[in-house]
Every structure is written in C-alpha cells, then in structure tokens.
C-alpha cells in the first residue's frame, strides 16, 4: 500500500504517471529551494539584528561608564580648576598621586597652606582600611584640596587632568606599598609600582608645558647592602623584596624617560615614614592598637639575636624634604614628547640618620600609652624585609636644605595623641 506522503506526491492514475511524476518532483525542488532561500534570508536578517544589538548594547556600556564615572562634567572641571588655583607669588600647580594617602595627605597640605595649587588622585583601594582614607580626604576638602577617585593606570583620567589644568609639577606618591603583602599579592605591586609609573609618564612626556615630576622611591631599593650608611652612590642591584625591585625598576624607568624625553626627575628615598594619620601596616602604628586594646605585640630579631633597627623619619620632617624636592626640581626640557635638551634627574635619601632599634621604638610607646606590652619576640622570617635602615642624608641636606629636626620620642608622643583622639580613647580606654 501506497504511503500518504507517496499517494500525495506521486498520483497513481495511469498513463499520467511518468509525466506528472516529473512536473511534481520539480514542483516539490522549487518549493524546497524557496524555502531554503527564505531561511537563509531569515537567519541573515537574525545575525544582523543580533549583531545590531550587540553593538547598541556596547554603545550603551560604554555611556553607562561613561556617564557612571566619578569624574568629568562641567562642575567636575570647576572643582579641579578652583583646587588647582595658586595663590601666592611664584606658587606652582601640583598634581598628587595617592593623594589620600599618608604622605600624600601631609604633602598636600604643605602645599596648599603655602599657596600652592593642589589636585590629588587616589583609588581608595582596599590595601588598608579605606575608611581612614576617606577621613584624610575629607581633612583635605576642609583646606580647599579636591581630590579625584581614580586609577593613574587609566590613561584617559589623566589625560583629562592635564587638559583642564596645565600642571606644572607632579608629586607622585601613588604606589602599593609594604613588604610582606608582597608575598600575598605580587600583581598588585606590579600594576601600581611600575605600569602606573609608565601610564604617568607616558602623559606628562606628551603633555605640554612638561610638568616636573618628584616621585617616591624607597630605601627598601638598598636591599642587601651592608654600608652603613645609606648613600646614594651605593650599589642598589640586590633588592631583597619585590617591593624594592619595583620601586629599584621605577628609577630605572624615570632615568630613561629623562634621558629621551626631557623630563626633569627627583626620586626620592624615604626612611620608614611614622606619624600622625599613618599607615595601619606599619609597625608602630599596629603595636600601638595591640597595646591598647591588650593583645601580644609580635617583635622580629635578626640572626644571632640582633635587633633590627629601622631609621624612623618623622612626617612633617619628609614633607620639607618634598616640598624642597618640588621648589628646585628645575624645569622639563621637551615639548610635546621631543626632548629639546639636558634636564635634571637626582635622587635623594630622606630619613632622620639616627637609627633606633624596634625595642627601643616599643619602650617608648609603652611610656606615652602607660601600658606593658605583652611580647613575642621571634626571628625574623624570609620575608623580604632587612635588619637595618640607615640613611646618609648629606646630599639632601646640601641640595634641598634637608634638616630633620623631629626625635623619635617626639614623634611617637604626636602620634600617640593624634591615634587617641582620631580612634576615640580616653585616658588610654575606649570612648563608648
């Protein structure tokens, strides 16, 4: 028996068999043509709406971060032109990186409180506590400094900074810091330290006037070395953390964008930077919380049960070695990323030359906490860290007219007083 689908496309009456067979099967090619042909017209149709969408999609991301971004717009150039204004005869414009930051905070103060202009920028991450960031930023808007969140890896933000105001100098601070987070986190030092470095560079040689760049280095980039003390002429190409062969690469990395670019460059070494509004990673400043809030204190001993020492530097003593960093920096010699001459590239050491070892720094906490600590004394790990710090300041001192005049012990009381009041305490208790 005959099938439906024969009896329908092959009709059984006879003599018209052969010649209709024929017609229906071309009847039945057409009809399957054209309807291949439509679905191939369809499914182009499909993939060119799809592609349309994908494409408006984007358009609209890319607006939405746009139009979501924490900076641009009319009253956002205000903020940065009234922030960048000078107000004193011979004052420069100063963009600061990390400018949230410790140092950054005390630079910018210095500057604005003289009368120069001062823009920051900072990412607010997360390394640290953000909160305390926030607070400086906001002791920054009460002096008329306006700070702007962002990256210096986005190149488009600064390029934006420089289009609104014709910096004169940049204060580069911006820049993962510590030692042994290091061991967490190597990407981060490398995003910050040296691609954000590049990113920095790369706007300021194209931009024009050139602004003159003062930026921190570290006195970890002395590593292994063992002359004491510090100088600059030592040897710095044995780093023993990767914070130090970042920061030892970003001095590198300045010297040649000096050398073909024109860009004047000041590097400038800091020695353990301590004081009011500091970084909570720091040793002092978490001994102090451990004290306070009575938990055991962890002091590191070098080999043969030595004493590591650092060369505490107080922070008003580092901003006058920044701020005298940033009035003789000499001007940049190129113009639109062509070097035209010969522009100053220097590097100094900033510390106070006095040593003091760790027990003696947590002595003189317990005095002004009126505390004991409690204290695990323990060798200190492969960490990356290093027994001694000891600066030899005598060319800062011959350049800059660096003199540090601030002690440990009047440093620590500082410090003290301003942790006691900015954290709540009373009478060494916590204020409910």
């Known amino acids: ?98 400018a949230a930051g410790f140092v950054g905070t005390h630079v910018s103060l210095g500057l604005k409180k003289r009368g120069d202009g001062v823009v920051g920028i900072d990412n607010f991450n997360s390394y640290y506590d953000p909160s305390l960031k926030k607070a400086r930023r906001s002791l920054l808007k009460t002096h008329g400094v306006f700070i702007v969140e962002g990256d210096i890896n986005d190149n488009r933000l600064l390029d934006k900074l420089f289009d609104t105001v014709a910096f004169t100098h940049v204060m580069h601070l911006a820049a993962q810091a510590g030692v042994r987070y290091a061991m967490e986190n190597p990407h981060s030092y490398v995003h910050s330290n040296i691609a954000g470095l590049v990113t920095l560079l790369e706007v300021c040689k194209s931009a024009n006037p050139q602004p003159s760049i003062v930026w921190a280095s570290s006195s970890s980039v002395y ?107 000499g001007k940049s010699t190129g113009s639109g990323g062509k070097k035209r001459g010969a522009a100053p590239y220097r590097i100094f050491n900033l510390g106070n030359t006095s040593p003091v070892t760790v027990p003696t720094l947590v002595n003189i906490l317990e005095r002004h906490l009126r505390t004991k600590a409690k204290k695990n004394v323990v060798e200190m790990p492969g960490n990356g860290d290093v027994p001694f710090t000891h600066a030899n300041i005598s060319l800062a001192r011959r350049e800059l007219g660096y003199k540090p005049t601030t002690d440990l012990q009047t440093g620590l009381k500082k410090f003290v007083r301003w942790y006691l009041s900015y954290y709540g305490y009373n009478h060494g208790k916590p204020v409910n």
């Open 223 to 329: 590593g292994l070395n063992d002359n004491v003390p510090f100088s600059e002429s030592d040897r710095t190409d044995q780093p023993a953390s990767l914070y130090a062969a970042t920061k030892k690469a970003g001095e590198e990395i300045t010297h040649t964008y000096n050398h073909i670019y024109g860009l004047s460059i000041t590097g400038l070494r800091f020695f353990t930077v301590y004081g009011p509004w500091g970084r909570p990673d720091m040793a002092y400043f978490s001994f102090t919380r451990n004290i306070l809030q009575g938990k055991p204190i962890t002091i590191y001993r070098g080999k043969n049960r030595v004493d590591l020492a650092r060369d505490f530097t107080y922070i008003d003593d580092i901003v006058k070695g920044c701020l005298g960093s940033l009035d003789t920096s």
């Open 1 to 98: 028996m005959p099938s439906a689908l024969e009896d329908e496309l092959f009709p059984s009456t006879p003599g018209k068999f052969k010649i209709e067979r024929s017609h229906a099967m071309n009847r039945q090619f057409h009809r399957c043509f054209a309807s291949t042909s439509t679905m191939f017209l369809w499914a182009l149709f499909l993939i060119a709406l799809t592609a349309s969408y994908l494409s408006f999609q984007s358009f609209v991301d890319s607006g939405s971060r746009y139009f979501s971004a924490s900076w641009g717009g009319i009253q956002w150039e205000k903020q940065v032109r009234n922030s960048a204004q000078i107000h004193r005869s011979g004052g420069m414009s100063v963009l600061v990186t990390g």
